[in-house]
């Protein structure tokens, strides 16, 4: 009965272990997101910093826990869409989406940020913005959004990053921030006219690549602008 106990013990040690491990990579690509919006530079750290964290948990995993350790052959894609439509005398829309896909030796990292904006003023004064964004085949995936809304116009924003482990198969944790929603009476000034704007930078990183977007934009004198982003990344 003793012995029972204090492997019982044991192993709940590792376990925890492995849970400061796991935790401690997830902080360590929170960092990764703000340096990201820093520099190119500083990215790069980050990413190294990433690396050196994630050979400590493979490490452990592999030595004190075997029984968790196994290759995981589905790789994570990277998806995300963002639209924004308004209809009025002078309009605005603008779409932007920036995504990464990054695989790396023990894991692969996706990270992208959606803005959807909309704005109209005379007439109808009708606008609309979404954004998503998803992370199939991902061990862990942490999701923010974020809206704004005046008396004429919209705003959205959402942010997602995502992790996938090639020697765990966990079963898939999605970990979204309650939506933070800001609604008030304040009014947008437009310049006159029709303007549809889209922003666009993407990055895949690893042995196979592949990039496919569709973007759309429409803008219609006195009557409205529209626009739209759709992206999908893989990394094999």
């Known amino acids: 009965m003793l012995k029972f106990r204090i492997r019982k013990r044991y192993c709940g040690i590792k376990f925890m272990r492995f849970l400061n491990l796991l935790s401690s990579y997830n902080n360590s690509a929170k960092l990764l997101l703000k340096a990201g919006s820093k520099s190119p530079d500083a990215f790069e750290r980050a990413l190294d910093q990433l690396d050196r964290v994630a050979d400590r948990l493979h490490d452990f995993v592999e030595k004190r826990m075997p029984h968790l350790y196994k290759e995981d052959t589905t790789p994570m894609s990277l998806q ?67 809206t704004f809304s005046g008396e004429n116009f919209e705003a959205a924003a959402e942010i997602v990053f995502a992790l996938d482990f090639d020697f765990l198969e966990l079963p898939g944790l999605d970990v979204l921030r309650a939506p933070n929603r800001i609604a008030n009476n304040l009014r947008a000034d437009i310049d006159d006219g029709n303007v549809a704007t889209v922003n666009l930078d993407l990055e895949a990183r690893g042995d196979n690549t592949s990039i496919t977007t569709d973007i759309d934009t429409l803008a219609i004198s006195d009557i409205l602008s529209s626009t739209s982003i759709s992206a999908d990344l893989y990394v094999t």
Not at 92 to 101: D, H, I, M, V
Not at 117 to 142: H, K, M, N, W
């Open 80 to 146: 995300a869409e963002v639209a924004s439509d308004s209809i009025g005398t002078h309009t605005l829309a603008y779409s932007s989406l920036s995504a990464s896909l990054i695989q790396r030796e023990h894991y692969s990292i996706a990270l992208a940020k959606a803005v959807s904006v909309a704005a109209a003023e005379g007439d109808a004064e009708v606008t609309s913005v979404s954004t998503f964004t998803q992370a199939p085949g991902a061990d862990i995936t942490f999701t923010k959004v974020r």
